[in-house]
């Protein structure tokens, strides 16, 4: 009886676990989750680095062929 009641906690919890995740993840692909741009100045709204953070351009990208 004891073995069984173990069990059925053990997937309760694993269960509760994946829903979180799932939930969490879907809570993040909401403009509920506005997040601060890190790459613009909160105050001109200007960008703060003067280079792209990609390596390459997409000139260079697709003259690579990708």
Known sequence: MLHG????????VFVVAVLGVVF???FELTPFA???D???D???HRRR???SPHL??????????G
Do not use: L, N
Request: aromatic share 12%; charged share 25%.
């Open 42 to 44: 909160p105050v001109t």
């Open 24 to 26: 969490y993840a879907v």
């Open 38 to 40: 890190r790459y613009r």
């Open 49 to 51: 680095f003067a280079d």
């Open 34 to 36: 506005s997040h601060s």
């Open 56 to 65: 390459e351009t997409r000139d260079e990208f697709e003259q690579r062929g």
């Open 5 to 12: 009641t173990v069990g059925i906690i053990m997937v309760a």
